[in-house]
Each structure stands twice: as structure tokens, then as C-alpha cells.
């Protein structure tokens, strides 16, 4: 673009409601965070303290802290692979087929549109120790299942219940992924003598890295914040803290335990891994991973 | 395909069979769930069959009341959550191709300061800063109220940046050609970049309507007040009952209410959709 209209002030006129709304509601709340985690409230709110990075302090020399964040890598990259593997899985499978694929690509995709804290639910639903049919099915054949009381039970009833909507997106992604590559490839590798397990990962596979690297950042991304829905409706964090994530963690000692400093401290801490995964996805993902 | 192998194709279309069974099964077994009577969950296990409740059990939910800790019927939570899904998706459209707009077309002191201000809210989703958003919102008197749930949500940097790319492709030719035939930026505006920007226009639209609809801890911290409800938040407090006696046949049918109108629209309008997924992560 090398026109632009002369005019001088409609243009701040434009992009004044954008800008309103990003100061009161993103900069302004984000200011208070970063200004209530210097300071110390008592418990009925009645009285503030500065107390400088003692909130910080406290925050990495509590275990609960070092607990919550080893939960939030566990139940972070187990939401991304499970629903990069199978959504890769899937999409070979789709690749492959001649006719249905559209049908198959409708069929799968529309968990994409379940909120979190539905998705929750009707997995909740699935393994429930006195009515699932999956938890009765894991019954029978001797696996007891309780996720009330099983700390790692509980994690892997909520990264399924993450992953499954996910699986949609990363297959739609696969699909089209594995689309762009050119069939020629394939066959002269074919023509080789390649067998198809060896095309796939000594052709296909490396081809599909940019798409599986973007992937796993937006994966990521959405297991860290996006999934406050799915733990909320389920396990609220429990038994013992077991499925307790730094996000859900922000909330629950913030509203329940009403500890606003502890809460900012950890807003802060938060807000600094977004803004580096915001970063790595931009970064990266602009050059992309090419051979 | 390379080699025509029947079989290799028999078995990508039994697996593919198989992951869409599994992606169903929950859907399926709420489905089920929600036409037995309220008894027949105390007896072990869920059927997997339907029961002849369906209607009733249905008409109660959207009519009469969604459980026992709900005493609302479930259209005014809807009806909720319709207006808040709109109010997001028409608020984020409209105010992110406007800013667009100005930082595309217009050269003006403190251009990349605004937009670097307007990247900055990828940075801080709703859930990092939690509680002092709650506390701005308690202070300007929104709690309880539809400009509540819907503004502190219009703000979206991704809008912007999509409009952005799809304006940049724009030929500066356009420009000059409507400014010689007197077009002034509004007359542009509405005459040449809204039409030539409809796709994406819609594209968006199906993506935001989805993540509008399907808030839920904004709504759940901000509404203390059943009557601002919306469906996907209330299913908590259906299920937060307190001696554990939950309905589960009304439980499933809220819940199906609730993920129905954003899975039709993505079966509904899924190339738009495909298109809007991947434009709103370019």
C-alpha cells in the first residue's frame, strides 16, 4: 500500500472504541495485578500493606506452586500429543481414502464447536464411578476406577476430556497439511521401493513439520489457558491437588481463597508465559520449519 | 493412491470408522441419557437405549425449569447466551475492522504504538488476570448486566490482525481510482471495502460466535443473578447439588441444549468455517 486518505484526526476516531475497551478492560485490570501483587491484603479486605517481592517470595518457596506447575506440564504436552498423535492418525487415514472424505472431515470436526466445560461434562459423564458406562466397563474387567479419591485417574479423565475437542482442529490442520504435499514425491519414493510405513516417516512426515510444530505451540497454548472450563466442571483441581493447573490455580486462591496478592503474583507469572508463547508462535512460525 | 491395495483401504475406512464412534460416544450416551426417567440412573449403570421420557423430559428443561438448583427455564438461558454470543461477534467485527481500517489505510502519529497496545491483549487472556478484571468490573457497576458479559470481550487483537492482512492485499490502485472519482474514506469504507471484505467478514463471524458462545468463566464470575445467566455456565450449578443427587437426565439435556446451536453452525457452514480457523491463525 502506497495510498492513504489525508485525513488526520478519523483515523484516531477510529480506532478510539478498540482502544477504549483494550485500556479499561485488558491494561487497566492487568495494572492492578501487577501493583496487588506488591502488596499484602488482610483477610477481611480492609487494609492493604506494600510488601514488596515478598509475595514472589512466597510464591516459589511454596510446594503447592511447584506441584501446580509440574500438574500443568503433565496435563499440558499430554493434551498435545494425544491430540497431535491421533489426529495425525486419523488424517493419514483420511488421506488415504478415496471417496468420504468430506463426510469423514464433517464427522470429525464438530467437537471443535463443544465448549470446554461441556466437553467436561459429558466425559464426566462416561466415567463416572456409579453410572459410566466406561467406568462399569473399566470395572468389570478389574480395573477399579474412582476419580474422586485417584489423583491419576483424574488427570487422565481431564486430558481426555481436553483433548477430544481438540482432535477436530489438529485433524483439520493434518488434512490439509497432507494435501499440499505432492504426490509425486510419494510415488517417486514408491517407485524406490520405499513400503508405505518407511514414505511416511521419511517423506511425509518431515514434510508435515511446520504444521505439526505450529501445532504443538497452539496445543499448548489452548491445554495452559483454555481449558479452565473443562477442570472446572470436573475435578475442580482435586483430589489433592492433583489436577490443580496454574490457571485454575489463579482463580481458586483468588476467589476462594481470596489471597489477592498471591493471586496477582501469579497473574504476573502467567501473563510472562503467554506473552513468551505468544512471542516462540510468532517467531517461529513466520519462518517456519521448511526442508 | 500409489499402490491400489483394496485392503489397505478397507482398513483406513474401518479405523476412521472406529475414531468417529469414539469422538460420538459421549454425545451418544447423553443422548440417551436424557430420554430415560429421572429413576433409572440409582440402578448401576446408564442405559444404552433410549426410554420414553425424551419429550417430557426435554419440554421440562426448555419450559418449565432446568433442574432443582435452576428454577429457570432454559429458552431465557438461550436467550442469554444468544445475546451474548451476537453481542461479542457484532462488537469484535465492528470495532476491529474499523481500527484496521485507520491503521491500514491512514498514516497517523503514534500508528505502531496503538498497534503494538492493540497486540498486547494476546498477551492477556481473561483467565491470567482474573481477579483484578472482576474487581474493574465491580467498580464501573457492570456485575449483573449484558454490557458486562459483553464488552470486556469486544476487544480482539486476532480480528484486527486478520483484517489487517486482508486489507494490506488491497492494490493501492483502488484507493487512487476512488479518491479521483471523489470518494471520500467513509464512502470507500461502506461502498468498496465492506463488500470486497465479505467472506472474511463471515469467516469471522462463525469463529467468534463460537468462542462468544461457549464463555464460561466470565459468565460464571460475573453473574450472581440467575435472570443473566447463560447455558453453558449454568450447567455448574446444576451439577454442584449439594447432597451429590443429581438429575442426570436434565443435566444431559441442558447439556446437549448447550453445545447444539455452535455445533450447527460449524456443520452448517463448515468451508466458511475451515476458511476462518485457518485465516485466524495465519
Known sequence: ?291 | MIENRPWSRLLSHLILIIGVFIVALPVWVALVGSTQPEGSFNSGSIPLWFGDQGVQNWAHVLFAEAGSTLQIPVWHLLLNSLVMALGITIGKIAISIISAYAIVFFRFPFRSAIFWVIFMTLMLPVEVRIVPTYQVIANLDMLNSYSGLILPLIASATATFLFRQCFMSIPGELVEAARIDGAGPIRFFFDILLPMSRTNIAALFVIMFIYGWNQYLWPLIITTDDTYYTLVMSIKSMLSVPDGDIQWNYVMVTTLLAMLPPVAVVVGMQKLFVKGLVDAEK
Not at chain 1, 515478598?54 to 500443568?72: A, H, I, R, W
Not at chain 1, 463426510?103 to 471443535?112: A, S
Not at chain 1, 499448548?220 to 479452565?228: G, I, N, R
Open chain 1, 1 to 291: 500500500m502506497s495510498v492513504y486518505f489525508p485525513q488526520k484526526k478519523l483515523p484516531y476516531l477510529l480506532v478510539l472504541p478498540q482502544l477504549v475497551i483494550t485500556a479499561i478492560f485488558f491494561l487497566w485490570p492487568a495494572g492492578q495485578a501487577v501493583l496487588q501483587a506488591f502488596y499484602r491484603e488482610d483477610a477481611f479486605g480492609l487494609s492493604q500493606q506494600f510488601v514488596g517481592l515478598e509475595n514472589f517470595v512466597d510464591l516459589f518457596q511454596d510446594p503447592l506452586y511447584y506441584k501446580s506447575m509440574v500438574v500443568t506440564m503433565v496435563f499440558s504436552f499430554s493434551v498435545a500429543f494425544l491430540g497431535i498423535a491421533v489426529a495425525l492418525w486419523l488424517a493419514v487415514m483420511a488421506d488415504r481414502v478415496i471417496r468420504g472424505r468430506m463426510v469423514y472431515q464433517t464427522l470429525l470436526v464438530w467437537p471443535y464447536a463443544v465448549a470446554p466445560a461441556l466437553a467436561g461434562v459429558l466425559w464426566w459423564i462416561l466415567f463416572d464411578p456409579n453410572i459410566g458406562p466406561v467406568a462399569l466397563f473399566l470395572d468389570r474387567i478389574g480395573l477399579h476406577w474412582n476419580h474422586f479419591l485417584n489423583g491419576d485417574q483424574a488427570m487422565i479423565l481431564v486430558v481426555i476430556s481436553a483433548t477430544w475437542k481438540q482432535i477436530s482442529y489438529n485433524f483439520l490442520f493434518f488434512l490439509a497439511g497432507l494435501q499440499a504435499i505432492p504426490r509425486s514425491l510419494i510415488e517417486a519414493a514408491a517407485i524406490d521401493g520405499a513400503s508405505s510405513f518407511k514414505r511416511f516417516w521419511d517423506i511425509v512426515f518431515p514434510l508435515l513439520s511446520p504444521t505439526t510444530f505450529f501445532l504443538l505451540v497452539v496445543n499448548l497454548v489452548y491445554a495452559f489457558f483454555e481449558t479452565f472450563g473443562v477442570i472446572d466442571t470436573t475435578t475442580q483441581g482435586g483430589p489433592d491437588g492433583s489436577t490443580n493447573t496454574l490457571v485454575y490455580k489463579v482463580f481458586k486462591d483468588g476467589f476462594i481463597g481470596l489471597d489477592s496478592g498471591g493471586s496477582a503474583a501469579q497473574s504476573i507469572v502467567l501473563m510472562a508465559i503467554v506473552g513468551l508463547m505468544t512471542v516462540i508462535q510468532f517467531r517461529f512460525i513466520e519462518r517456519k520449519v521448511q526442508y
